[in-house]
């Protein structure tokens, strides 16, 4: 059975207590965000949360860009709404929004009394990794029209690129 630990690991302690054993946040760490490691079996994911953006969309967005690239595996269990929110020290409710927007997508499925599980269908996984290529293809295509590239010039940047 595969499980998906989540570490939150700050930069300079994300999580401070005064002598009123109540925590707090450090503004200087609130502005920069944290770092988490995802740990998957041996292999390591890093998430930085942002801070200035919806936390439930960073959290979408790593685990959507994680089965895209294939770091997740198809039927992988995924930690529970409340581990997860411990683990990244963020509030249930932000969690559980995240995994509705996966379970809409048909990317993850919760089965009763067993868990939440990443989905069993590679067309899925498929139609996920086409719309993040798409739109990355088209932030390419704006930021070389934003710099008054030609399509020509842009094609040929490509072609030079490294992949």
Not at 143 to 157: F, H, K, N, P, V
């Amino acid at each position: 059975m595969l499980r998906l630990y989540i570490k939150c690991i700050s930069i300079y302690n994300t999580l401070n207590t005064r002598h009123t054993n109540k925590p707090y946040y450090d503004h200087e760490i609130l502005a920069q965000g944290w770092i988490s490691a995802m740990t998957i079996n041996e292999e390591t994911l890093n998430l930085q949360l942002d801070l200035s953006k919806p936390l439930y969309e960073q959290i979408l967005h790593q685990i959507r860009y994680a089965l895209a690239r294939k770091d997740l595996e198809l039927g992988a269990k995924l930690p529970s709404v409340r581990e997860l929110a411990q683990q990244l020290r963020v509030n249930p409710n932000t969690v559980m929004r995240a995994y509705q927007e996966l379970n809409r997508d048909e990317l993850i499925e919760t089965r009763r009394g067993q868990g939440t599980f990443i989905t069993t269908k590679p067309q899925k996984i498929q139609h996920i990794r086409d719309n993040l290529a798409t739109e990355a293809i088209n932030s390419f295509i704006d930021t070389m029209q934003e710099l008054g590239m030609s399509r020509q010039a842009a094609l040929s940047l490509l072609e030079e690129g490294k992949w």
